[in-house]
């Protein structure tokens, strides 16, 4: 198993819950890459929603 990651490591407390659901032994009990995706989305949306930042998000997402 990789080394551990702590939550001083990460930005919010749901990466670490994505990162360790990745790590899981069993390909079964590993989140899809759909699944990952969706988790960060809402991490990141938490995250601009907390520091003012999500108006600008909503631009940048429209760039892409």
């Keep these: 198993r990789p080394v551990t990651v ?3 490591d990460v930005p ?3 990466v670490l ?4 659901d990745c ?3 069993k390909p079964t009990q590993r989140p ?3 699944a990952i995706g969706k988790r960060l ?4 949306k938490d995250l601009c929603r ?3 930042q999500e ?3 909503k631009e940048e997402e429209k760039k892409l």
């Design 32 to 34: 899809t890459f759909a």
């Design 17 to 20: 819950d994505v990162i360790n």
């Design 12 to 14: 919010h407390k749901d």
């Design 23 to 25: 790590l899981q032994l």
């Design 50 to 52: 907390d520091s003012g």
């Design 6 to 8: 702590k939550m001083k």
């Design 55 to 57: 108006g600008k998000d």
């Design 41 to 44: 989305t809402d991490v990141l």
